[in-house]
Nanobody, 116 residues
Framework: QVQLVESGGGLVQAGGSLRLSCAAS????????MGWYRQAPGETREWVAG???????NYADSVKGRFTISRDNAKNTVYLQMNGLKPEDTAVYYC??????????WGQGTQVTVSS
């Protein structure tokens, strides 16, 4: 079992920044990769960024150059630094963890609202 707790969401003006955090606990040694997804109202959940246990990162084209995913292994925490936020970034952001066996865990989500 892996538990994920996100924090750091909020309301920000367009062009502003936020940093989301995702703290993992439980069977963290089994985690192969972690990432962030988002879901806007009426939309399907979409992948935003991912980071492997080896530190390799990938980003959706819509956030590349604006968002940065990182991890602090000592704190078992993954971060999503979001700069240059746009109104279309407004969504509930979810952290996920994928185990070596392919099982996926989700956090509860944190709301990000970007005003124009």
């Amino acid at each position: 079992q892996v538990q994920l707790v996100e924090s750091g969401g909020g309301l920000v003006q367009a062009g502003g920044s936020l940093r989301l955090s995702c703290a993992a606990s439980g069977s963290i040694f089994s985690i192969n990769a972690m990432g962030w997804y988002r879901q806007a109202p009426g939309e399907t959940r979409e992948w935003v960024a991912g980071i492997t246990s080896g530190g390799s990162t990938n980003y959706a084209d819509s956030v590349k150059g604006r968002f940065t995913i990182s991890r602090d292994n000592a704190k078992n925490t993954v971060y999503l630094q979001m700069n240059g936020l746009k109104p279309e970034d407004t969504a509930v952001y979810y952290c996920d963890a994928v185990l070596g066996n392919g099982y996926q865990y989700w956090g509860q989500g944190t709301q990000v609202t970007v005003s124009s």
